[in-house]
């Protein structure tokens, strides 16, 4: 690692073209999704360049903050404060996400309309055992919780086969737990046009779906980054996030299970 000699502990930042790019990528993804969803012209072109574009600005620029944590040295204590106060931020955002949707169903179900049969859940709709794949995701979701634990006190003890290994476990974990949520969707009785209950189900779990895959691809580039030695006992905050990332998706998951597939059913 490259020694920083700079006076002060904090990063300068050197100018760089991909927040301009990110921005143009983003709205060319929104526009155009929008375009495509009411059936314009272009529209399924324009948000596809979008997306290839967003996809490409990722690489590239969490490249560089790679390159400047690990080679440069860029990531002294005081960066690393900087970035675990963001990380917590953009978790406390997204427990504020999830709390509109739990505060809908629990509207909806503790004031049950008269067109649902004045009922919860809705009258004459079948809704999913918990007891079966609800409560086997839990115990894989749990599972996962516990090897990136493993995981993380072997990168702190200074293993990297063990951590190599416990971070392998959780990524296959996580698979399992979208493959299996995949499975449920299909067999679902009811979808998510079929009133409420439909729209609260599906956006809850579906968007904790979302999240679930977006954290197997943040381990899966720890575990990346794992192997290649970017990660020492001192220096390891890229997985320490990922790591906080997957336990709140634990925590929401735990929530879900209580309340929309035991309680709600």
Request: hydrophobic share 55%; charged share 5%; glycine share 8%.
């Amino acid at each position: 690692m490259i020694k920083n000699n700079q006076l002060h502990s904090f990063h300068l930042v050197d100018p760089s073209p991909w927040p301009f790019v990110s921005a143009f990528s983003a709205f060319f993804l929104t526009f155009g999704g929008v375009l495509y969803m009411h059936g314009y012209a272009g529209g399924s072109f324009l948000w596809k360049f979008g997306l290839a574009m967003v996809l490409f600005m990722m690489f590239c620029w969490w490249r560089d903050i790679i390159r400047e944590g690990t080679i440069e040295g860029q990531h002294t204590l005081s960066v690393q404060n900087g970035l675990r106060i963001g990380v917590l931020l953009f978790i406390a955002s997204e427990v504020m996400f999830f709390v509109a949707f739990f505060w809908a169903f629990f509207w909806s179900s503790f004031n049950p309309s008269h067109a649902i049969g004045a009922v919860w859940p809705p009258a004459f709709l079948t809704v999913l055992n918990p007891w079966q794949v609800p409560l086997l995701n839990t115990v894989i979701l749990l599972s996962s919780g516990a090897t990136v634990t493993w995981a993380h006190h072997s990168i702190v003890w200074g293993s990297k086969s063990n951590a190599v290994e416990a971070l392998i476990y959780t990524v296959v974990l996580a698979a399992a737990f979208t493959a299996l949520q995949g499975l449920e969707y299909l067999t679902a009785p009811f979808s998510i046009s079929d009133g409420i209950y439909g729209s609260t189900f599906y956006m809850a779990t579906g968007f904790h779906g979302f999240h679930v895959f977006i954290g197997t691809c943040f381990l899966s580039v720890c575990l990346g980054r794992l192997y290649l030695g970017h990660f020492t006992k001192e220096h390891h905050f890229g997985f320490e996030a990922a790591a906080w990332y997957w336990h709140f998706v634990d925590v929401v998951w735990l929530f879900l299970f209580i309340t929309i597939y035991w309680w709600g059913s």
